[in-house]
């Protein structure tokens, strides 16, 4: 069991910091070091809003600071030495002679900061026929000893529109269209001089998959598989030249294969470890290693020696705590981690390898102190029928772990997983006295093929008894008192947090939805909708999980919160954000109608030009208000006074 605590006999008070202390955006967001390592920018958070810093390394000098206007800051990274590049999206409906969607969408855009200039310049401005909207990252290639960056987005063709990929200079901002996809077109890989040496074509209504490669000017089939849902994906240039990486789940785990594009040869898999994610290579993106996400823990391995060296070398100098690699210069010289753990709470240090210092550039939550966080373990109980359920417990800081009041905090997904390292919603639960349960019910990721299948067919069944299987389990041990036990949950655990107080009842005293889904049939309806028809691997993947049989099975009502609004015995909330494009904020509506018609009363939270992710710290602060000030009254915890704050020293195991 994973454990990081600190106690020792000594007792003190201190209040906890205030709620918005966990609730504003990270003080250091996404960041990025130049390629030299001589320069660091990051998307910087605050309680007003965020900005992008560009710093000198050796001396902290201010060169940018630069604040979000009306759009939200999602990514950044440096083209080359003087220029980075940052991701930002927008809530907005796209009403143009070439473009034209229905409803409301998160669309993503580029803005290029020029240091040589000092000027902001927006990317893929004013082309033919296309759209300045992207649908992934941009990556790097170096031409002729020219850094460009390649990105796929859309252009249309008559009544079509097309996955694009477009090639832009840094230097000039001007962008041309390097290629142009057929109908089912997803993914490409490049190569070293910017062109695609593969492609991904995909049939939503057959669920034909197929592998094209280039040869001779044309392009050529190299593999298909028929897969409806899970389909197989392309993950990379390979790690020697003329292989790129596929991922495909026909053996029933998801496994990563390397592909000889000059005769379609397969390697054997290349093990688990490519499950989780790869590291890849800042120019020409060929994996360097790869990082695989445990309960508890994050392990890299990468495939240079000397990079595997150096990385257990930073490891070994956090001991106890929890690093992740953030990013690292071309040479290696200068190093970003993120920690986590007591001694460095949820801290960005950088590592300068040639000065041989480890610095700590700001603490991500510069409010909340090491003394502030919550425990967090690790643990696996049993469900009712002896299924294995891995979850994290955030316990509030110093007090007894007996008898609390808890938090159970389903996640969304549902085929997700919760991430070991800071949880700002958990720690923040913990703050106000909460224990904080954070099930991985069986359907979640991360876990195996096998864990997660275990949920097809279990939305509201299941999936939710496991969550409900974790609070009795910590009862059992006296940890938790039962009598105090609340469920919240956004998205996916919205939804659960509903089904808690109507599918299953007499085991939580309250309920929060945040972002929730209420009606499982106006939800497919909904996905059939914006797809065009029910022939689609979106709506098909959500029957399975549902075990619907189409998108009019009334079977799942039974599952269906809004429909079970009646059976409510217990104080009810719901949050939404108003610009939602996920989870359309009528799916809280439908369940706050319902909760009316049956006579019941609930407490509906409004946040409005709030998206699915609670991006905007004014309205996450919102969210976190209104969400303790509830608990609070229908669940209080201890009071504050009749707590003994340990203080900390060093960790134990």
């Given at each position: 069991?994973?454990?990081?605590?600190?106690?020792?006999?000594?007792?003190?008070?201190?209040?906890?910091?205030?709620?918005?202390?966990?609730g504003?955006?990270?003080?250091?967001?996404?960041?990025?070091?130049?390629?030299?390592?001589?320069?660091?920018a990051?998307?910087?958070?605050?309680?007003?809003g965020?900005?992008?810093?560009?710093?000198?390394?050796?001396?902290?000098?201010?060169?940018?600071?630069?604040?979000?206007?009306?759009?939200?800051?999602?990514?950044?990274?440096?083209?080359?030495?003087?220029?980075?590049?940052?991701?930002?999206?927008?809530?907005?409906?796209?009403?143009?002679?070439?473009?034209?969607?229905?409803?409301?969408?998160?669309?993503?855009?580029?803005?290029?900061?020029?240091?040589?200039?000092?000027?902001?310049?927006?990317?893929?401005?004013?082309?033919?026929?296309?759209?300045?909207?992207?649908?992934?990252?941009?990556?790097i290639?170096?031409?002729d000893?020219?850094p460009?960056?390649?990105?796929?987005?859309?252009?249309?063709?008559?009544?079509?529109?097309?996955?694009?990929?477009?090639?832009?200079?840094?230097?000039?901002?001007?962008?041309?269209?390097?290629?142009?996809?057929?109908?089912?077109?997803?993914?490409?890989?490049?190569?070293?001089?910017?062109?695609?040496?593969?492609?991904?074509?995909?049939d939503?209504?057959?669920?034909?998959?197929?592998?094209?490669?280039?040869?001779?000017?044309?392009?050529?089939?190299?593999?298909?598989?028929?897969?409806?849902?899970?389909?197989?994906?392309?993950?990379g240039a390979?790690?020697?030249?003329?292989?790129?990486?596929?991922?495909?789940?026909?053996?029933?785990?998801y496994?990563?294969?390397?592909?000889?594009?000059?005769?379609g040869?397969?390697?054997?898999p290349?093990?688990?470890a490519?499950?989780d994610?790869l590291?890849?290579?800042?120019?020409?993106q060929?994996?360097?290693g790869?990082?695989?996400?445990?309960?508890?823990?994050?392990?890299y391995?990468?495939?240079?020696?000397d990079d595997?060296?150096l990385w257990r070398?930073?490891?070994?100098?956090?001991?106890d705590?929890?690093?992740?690699?953030?990013?690292?210069?071309?040479?290696?010289?200068?190093?970003?981690v993120?920690?986590?753990g007591?001694?460095?709470?949820d801290?960005?240090?950088?590592?300068?390898?040639?000065?041989?210092?480890?610095?700590?550039?700001?603490?991500?939550?510069?409010?909340?102190?090491?003394r502030?966080?919550?425990?967090?373990?690790?643990?696996?109980?049993?469900?009712?029928?002896?299924t294995?359920?891995p979850?994290?417990?955030t316990?509030?800081?110093?007090?007894?772990?007996?008898q609390?009041?808890?938090?159970?905090?389903?996640?969304?997904g549902?085929?997700?997983?919760?991430?070991?390292?800071?949880?700002?919603?958990?720690?923040?639960?913990?703050?106000?006295?909460?224990?904080?349960l954070?099930?991985?019910?069986?359907?979640s990721?991360?876990?195996?093929?096998?864990?997660?299948?275990?949920?097809?067919?279990?939305?509201?069944?299941?999936?939710?008894?496991?969550?409900s299987?974790?609070?009795?389990?910590?009862?059992?041990?006296?940890?938790?008192?039962?009598?105090?036990?609340?469920?919240?949950?956004?998205?996916?655990?919205?939804?659960?947090?509903?089904a808690?107080?109507?599918?299953?009842q007499?085991?939580?005293r309250?309920?929060?939805?945040?972002?929730?889904?209420?009606?499982?049939?106006?939800?497919?309806?909904?996905?059939?909708?914006d797809?065009?028809?029910?022939?689609?691997?979106?709506?098909?993947?959500w029957q399975?999980?549902?075990?619907?049989?189409?998108v009019?099975?009334?079977?799942?009502?039974?599952?269906?919160?809004a429909?079970?609004?009646?059976?409510?015995?217990?104080?009810?909330?719901l949050?939404?954000?108003?610009?939602?494009?996920?989870?359309p904020?009528e799916?809280?509506?439908f369940?706050?109608?319902?909760?009316?018609a049956?006579g019941?009363?609930?407490?509906?939270?409004?946040?409005?030009?709030?998206?699915?992710?609670?991006?905007?710290?004014?309205?996450?602060?919102?969210?976190?208000?209104?969400?303790?000030?509830?608990?609070?009254?229908?669940?209080?915890?201890?009071?504050?006074?009749?707590v003994?704050?340990?203080?900390?020293?060093?960790?134990?195991?």
């Amino acid at each position: 069991m994973f454990v990081w605590l600190a106690v020792n006999g000594a007792v003190a008070t201190a209040a906890a910091p205030p709620i918005d202390a966990f609730g504003q955006l990270p003080t250091i967001g996404d960041i990025s070091v130049s390629p030299d390592g001589k320069r660091w920018a990051a998307i910087v958070g605050a309680a007003s809003g965020s900005e992008v810093q560009i710093r000198e390394l050796a001396t902290n000098k201010l060169l940018l600071a630069s604040p979000a206007r009306d759009y939200k800051m999602r990514a950044l990274q440096w083209a080359d030495n003087d220029r980075i590049v940052l991701t930002i999206s927008q809530t907005t409906k796209i009403r143009s002679e070439d473009f034209m969607f229905a409803s409301r969408n998160e669309l993503f855009l580029m803005l290029m900061y020029d240091l040589s200039t000092g000027s902001w310049r927006r990317l893929m401005e004013n082309i033919k026929l296309a759209g300045n909207f992207i649908a992934g990252a941009p990556s790097i290639r170096v031409i002729d000893g020219r850094p460009q960056l390649i990105v796929q987005g859309w252009s249309t063709t008559g009544s079509t529109m097309n996955a694009t990929l477009f090639r832009i200079d840094p230097a000039t901002g001007r962008t041309t269209v390097a290629e142009v996809g057929v109908p089912g077109t997803g993914d490409w890989i490049i190569g070293d001089d910017g062109k695609s040496v593969a492609r991904a074509d995909y049939d939503r209504v057959t669920g034909v998959w197929r592998l094209m490669v280039r040869r001779d000017g044309f392009w050529k089939e190299l593999y298909r598989e028929t897969a409806t849902i899970d389909t197989p994906y392309l993950a990379g240039a390979g790690r020697t030249p003329g292989t790129i990486l596929l991922g495909t789940s026909k053996s029933g785990e998801y496994e990563v294969h390397e592909v000889a594009l000059a005769d379609g040869g397969w390697s054997q898999p290349l093990g688990r470890a490519f499950g989780d994610g790869l590291v890849r290579d800042r120019v020409g993106q060929q994996p360097i290693g790869v990082v695989d996400e445990g309960l508890g823990q994050v392990s890299y391995e990468f495939f240079n020696p000397d990079d595997q060296k150096l990385w257990r070398s930073i490891s070994r100098s956090f001991k106890d705590e929890l690093v992740q690699l953030v990013d690292w210069s071309s040479d290696r010289s200068i190093v970003v981690v993120e920690v986590f753990g007591p001694t460095s709470g949820d801290a960005i240090y950088v590592i300068d390898r040639k000065a041989k210092t480890a610095g700590l550039l700001s603490q991500r939550y510069a409010r909340v102190e090491p003394r502030d966080f919550g425990t967090v373990q690790t643990l696996t109980y049993k469900a009712a029928d002896g299924t294995a359920i891995p979850a994290y417990l955030t316990l509030p800081p110093g007090r007894t772990p007996r008898q609390l009041p808890l938090i159970a905090l389903p996640h969304g997904g549902p085929a997700s997983h919760d991430s070991p390292g800071f949880d700002w919603w958990a720690q923040a639960l913990a703050s106000r006295g909460y224990a904080v349960l954070q099930p991985q019910f069986r359907g979640s990721t991360g876990y195996g093929a096998s864990f997660r299948a275990a949920g097809f067919g279990q939305w509201g069944r299941k999936m939710q008894s496991d969550v409900s299987d974790g609070v009795r389990h910590l009862a059992g041990l006296g940890t938790i008192d039962p009598k105090r036990v609340c469920i919240v949950g956004a998205s996916y655990g919205g939804y659960a947090a509903l089904a808690g107080v109507t599918v299953e009842q007499n085991v939580y005293r309250c309920a929060s939805s945040i972002a929730g889904v209420s009606d499982l049939r106006r939800m497919l309806k909904r996905e059939t909708s914006d797809a065009g028809n029910s022939r689609n691997p979106t709506v098909r993947y959500w029957q399975r999980f549902m075990g619907a049989r189409s998108v009019d099975d009334a079977s799942i009502d039974a599952w269906s919160p809004a429909r079970l609004a009646g059976k409510v015995d217990v104080p009810l909330q719901l949050i939404h954000g108003k610009d939602d494009t996920v989870v359309p904020m009528e799916q809280s509506n439908f369940m706050a109608s319902a909760m009316k018609a049956a006579g019941k009363p609930v407490d509906m939270v409004v946040l409005p030009s709030e998206d699915h992710w609670l991006s905007r710290p004014a309205t996450r602060i919102a969210m976190l208000d209104a969400l303790t000030a509830f608990l609070e009254k229908h669940n209080p915890p201890d009071p504050a006074a009749a707590v003994a704050v340990l203080e900390p020293t060093s960790p134990v195991k």
